[in-house]
């Protein structure tokens, strides 16, 4: 089955690294995904990685996949107050065409100036 | 490119009316799939829509349901509403390609009273 787990709440300071957590199930899964939300706003994609790779760095976002342990990391570098949201760590499988996401419950991360 | 848009934005209703909640994905984009966000349950994935076809759908019952027009757009609608039934409802879109990414709307904003 399908079940992808965050923890819930992560604080850091303006300036430092931001590394939330990802850990997901279905080893069937073809794309990873993560998703940032605002309050009142819908999600807006950050950055996904395929399966068959293990690192994608853009810009200040780095996801490293271990698909042997099933765990998905997303570091944001330098953090800003902006970078305040909600984050949701997501898998597809897509290998059938059919596009539904599991999410995970969402990271709230707080950014203190 | 325009991105997804959703209307109304936000929507009051009492229990047992019904609502029909508009989607129009990005330009070109073929695939259209709901979502149920609430503060207990997540991201919940409710149904996606390919060329007019129902594709797949979530475990929702059948108070719920959708259709998509020629031009993509898509509607969905709840009938019977139930108290439980508030939240967001999130439509994303995407391109016909086998693992294309999901691009979101801002969301429509259902409280039922």
Redesign the interface.
């Known amino acids: 089955g399908e079940d992808v787990e965050q923890s819930l709440f992560l604080s850091v300071r303006e300036g430092d690294s931001s590394v939330i957590n990802c850990t997901y199930t279905d080893s069937s899964s ?2 990873l ?1 993560w ?1 940032k939300q605002e309050p009142g ?5 950050l950055t ?1 990685i ?1 399966s068959n790779m293990d690192m994608k760095q853009d810009q200040r976002l780095t996801v490293l996949l271990n698909k042997k342990d099933k765990h998905l990391s997303l570091r944001i570098a330098d953090t800003q107050t902006g970078d305040s949201a909600i984050y ?1 760590c ?1 898998e ?1 499988m ?2 059938t ?10 990271t709230r991360l707080q950014v203190q100036p | 490119k325009a991105g ?1 848009t ?1 209307t109304p934005r936000y929507l009051i209703k009492t229990r047992g009316q019904q609502v029909t909640l508009s989607c129009s994905p990005i330009s070109g984009h073929r ?1 259209v ?1 709901w ?1 149920q966000q609430t503060p207990g349950q ?2 919940q ?1 409710l149904f ?1 829509y390919f060329s007019e076809t129902q ?2 759908k ?1 475990n929702f019952p059948g108070r719920f349901s959708g259709r998509q027009f020629s031009n993509s757009r898509s509607e969905m609608n709840v009938s019977t509403l139930e108290l439980g039934d508030s939240a967001l409802y ?1 439509c ?1 879109s ?1 391109s016909s390609t ?10 429509t904003r259902l409280l039922v009273l």
Request: glycine share 18%.
């Open positions: 073809t794309y995904y998703y706003a819908g999600l807006q994609l996904y395929f949701f997501a597809s897509t290998d065409g059919r596009r539904a996401l599991t999410f995970g419950s969402g | 997804v959703q695939s799939s979502y997540g991201l994935f996606e594709r797949n979530g999130l994303a995407s086998v693992g294309e990414t999901q691009y979101f709307g801002p969301g």
